[in-house]
């Protein structure tokens, strides 16, 4: 849907007050938690799971169910900025809807596209209302934490040491386009999870997960020593070739959790050295200062997944400079004129606040989506980080009850589900391959920067 007229809303209804763009004073809370609602009532529109005869958690055409995932994460983390509990109700509802059978974020109508990425998209999110003390299902329900250590477990036992000296692959089932690809969303997802579970447990295991994962990552050049993060690479060719484009959330997702490996390290040199070398690296998804996405905004060439990268790295610095505090002065500024730039896209649509994707434009670009609306909510509330008490742990205010042993049962076959019934439209599956590969193999792209 590209039907937008800039600024539409101000020029129509005769003398009624419409509010056109978003307005945003990064001086004023309520500016803040004003501008953030707009966004959040720009994305939620877009919803429809929770009508009559719909899928709880699921997005409508052409959103993929990881994007659902990281879209109610965006609302745990919506409601703990801001206190807005509007959208706990549809969040709740998602979030234990598409658990699965073994409560770990692995229901059977998703078998035929799900990779590790995906399921940890879910899993991130449960893991953040555990953090942000968001309130606990009823007892009978899966609990957050207890969500969170099962997607953990379930893909600690995929590791897999029978190419490339270990990884997590892409996918999780054989017959899946994609199973001979690790990719750096999955091994950072994991690595994610496991620093953020090791400092809310306190548990040493999940610490121990983060380092073999960080190394690994790093071995198999997937993370340059400049700290820049390519996109994945060929297991059959033993990880010996890179796909080299970058992507935001790359950067993101090892950010925060090199940030939670310092918090746990209670700062030790070798991770504050890291973490530092990420920020400075991902300084490729900003231009003056305003993110954008490198790879595919200029060229026009951003997918649905695409358009909403810049919310996970939004989302993940601002958690960064909480667990790692010397780094605000490094990445508060970038939240800072990001979330400026993304409330002055925000002009489009009929009623005049939807947000585009290209926040360097100064202006709305005709792009809007789930993607384009849920990053800026994200950059937006970002700059709320000191308004709040800060993401809990076991030990200190958590609230959330764990379960150490979930998700160990291993991946079963799934039932009822002939391969040969896949179709070629299944296996795009998380969208994240298919063309991104054929891009690499093109190779030599100006923003492929090595
Ligand atoms: C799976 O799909 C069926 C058919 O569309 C639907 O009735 C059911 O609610 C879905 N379950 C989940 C967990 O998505
Ligand atoms: C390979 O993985 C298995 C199972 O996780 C583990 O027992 C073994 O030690 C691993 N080998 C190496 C070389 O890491
Ligand atoms: C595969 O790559 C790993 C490092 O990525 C290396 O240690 C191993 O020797 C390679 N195996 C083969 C068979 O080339
Ligand atoms: C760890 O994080 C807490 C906030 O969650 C912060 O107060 C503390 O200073 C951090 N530790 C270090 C070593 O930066
Ligand atoms: C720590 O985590 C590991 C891995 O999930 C688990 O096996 C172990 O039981 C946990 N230890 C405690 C004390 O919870």
């Not at 809370?29 to 609602?37: E, F, G, L, N, V």
Request: charged share 15%.
């Amino acid at each position: 849907m590209h039907l937008f007229s800039r600024r539409a809303g101000a020029l129509s209804l005769l003398g009624m007050q419409v509010v056109s763009a978003i307005d945003l004073d990064l001086s004023s809370t309520d500016s803040i938690k004003a501008a953030a609602k707009t966004a959040a009532q720009g994305m939620v529109q877009y919803y429809t799971g929770n009508r009559p005869g719909d899928v709880p958690g699921n997005l409508p055409q052409p959103y993929y169910w990881w994007e659902a995932g990281a879209m109610f994460a965006a609302l745990v983390d919506y409601w703990y900025f801001t206190g807005d509990d509007t959208y706990n109700a549809i969040t709740n509802q998602a979030l234990l809807f598409q658990v699965g059978p073994n409560n770990d974020y692995m229901p059977p109508n998703q078998t035929k596209t799900e990779g590790n990425d995906d399921q940890a998209f879910w899993g991130m999110a449960a893991l953040s209302a555990a953090e942000n003390r968001y309130p606990n299902p009823p007892p009978d329900e899966p609990q957050w934490l207890a969500l969170a250590q099962a997607v953990f477990n379930s893909q600690a036992i995929r590791w897999d040491n029978t190419s490339c000296n270990g990884g997590l692959k892409w996918q999780i089932f054989t017959f899946n386009n994609g199973y001979n690809y690790k990719n750096t969303i999955s091994n950072g997802c994991f690595f994610n999870m496991a620093a953020r579970l090791a400092v809310y447990t306190g548990n040493t295991t999940y610490a121990e997960w983060a380092n073999k994962m960080y190394d690994w990552v790093s071995a198999v050049g997937l993370m340059s020593p400049t700290y820049q993060f390519f996109d994945g690479t060929d297991d059959t060719l033993n990880c010996s070739q890179l796909n080299h484009i970058q992507w935001s959330y790359n950067a993101g997702v090892f950010m925060l959790g090199a940030a939670n490996m310092y918090n746990f390290t209670n700062g030790e040199a070798i991770w504050e050295e890291r973490l530092r070398g990420i920020i400075t690296g991902a300084g490729v998804f900003f231009n003056n200062n305003v993110m954008y996405e490198v790879a595919c905004e200029t060229n026009g060439k951003c997918n649905v997944d695409q358009r909403s990268f810049k919310a996970y790295l939004a989302r993940w610095m601002a958690a960064t400079m909480v667990r790692a505090p010397f780094t605000r002065e490094l990445l508060l500024p970038l939240l800072q004129t990001s979330a400026r730039a993304a409330a002055q896209s925000c002009t489009g649509g009929s009623d005049g606040q939807q947000c585009g994707l290209q926040w360097t434009t100064g202006s709305f670009d005709g792009s809007v989506g789930v993607g384009e609306q849920m990053s800026a909510m994200e950059v937006i509330q970002s700059n709320l980080w000191d308004q709040v008490p800060g993401p809990v742990t076991a030990e200190r205010g958590g609230i959330s009850v764990g379960d150490p042993s979930a998700g160990t049962g291993g991946d079963q076959s799934p039932v009822g589900l002939d391969p040969d019934d896949i179709t070629t439209g299944d296996r795009v599956g998380a969208g994240f391959l298919t063309t991104m590969v054929l891009i690499g193999v093109i190779g030599g792209a100006w923003w492929m920067v090595a």
